[in-house]
């Protein structure tokens, strides 16, 4: 236990430490040298363009963990920030994304089930590979019609969100575009049934 005469008193007077320096006080320090000086980092930045880079290619698990913590601390600033950006940079965040979804067709067919879930406030979310693993487990065909599902295959919950169904992975499957769009929210055995199966 630290004892009372250990404890000081920063400069400010505000605040208790151990040891040489007070964070508290460091920050404030900081945060008012940069409002006074607001173009110094991004002028510093534009006069060493491969540091950042080189910093986080060296620092990457460091990075990784203080980026994380830095989110989970702190969601408002991150979501006003990334609001601001995607305001700022509209063209570019549509790119971006159409690119992405070209180059992560799995994540982007778990995103989408999940994002619907969300919208109708289903339990569960589905997990990372799960196409993809359905399919290994179908053979790559389609759950109903039992043909080829190629590269345009849809997700679908067997038990329909509308009715209750759960947003994981035991209720789903992997259809065809045709069938998916013919099954839509009906019900598995009465979809079935309609194809004449479980007569």
Not at 19 to 45: D, F, L, M, V
Not at 84 to 106: Q, T, V
Not at 114 to 143: D, H, I, T, V
Not at 144 to 165: F, Q, R, S, V
Request: some cysteine.
């Amino acid at each position: 236990m630290v004892g009372i005469s250990k404890i000081k008193i920063c400069r400010s007077g505000l605040h208790e430490f151990i040891g040489t320096h007070c964070r508290e006080c460091q920050k404030i320090s900081i945060a008012a040298w940069r409002a006074r000086n607001p173009g110094y980092t991004a002028a510093w930045r534009a006069a060493n363009p491969g540091y950042d880079a080189a910093w986080y290619a060296a620092n990457a698990e460091k990075a990784a963990v203080a980026g994380a913590k830095y989110r989970s601390e702190n969601p408002e600033k991150v979501a006003a920030c990334q609001a601001a950006w995607y305001a700022e940079n509209l063209g570019r965040a549509k790119e971006n994304s159409a690119a992405w979804r070209l180059a992560n067709p799995e994540a982007r067919r778990i995103n989408n089930q999940n994002y619907r879930a969300l919208k109708k406030k289903s339990k569960g979310k589905l997990s990372k590979g799960l196409s993809e693993k359905l399919f290994r487990l179908q053979n790559g065909k389609c759950a109903c019609c039992k043909k080829p599902l190629g590269d345009n295959y849809h997700m679908d919950h067997i038990m329909p969100l509308a009715k209750g169904g759960a947003n994981e992975d035991w209720n789903m499957q992997l259809l065809t575009q045709r069938c998916n769009n013919q099954k839509r929210s009906k019900h598995p055995v009465e979809f079935m049934q309609e194809r004449g199966y479980l007569l």
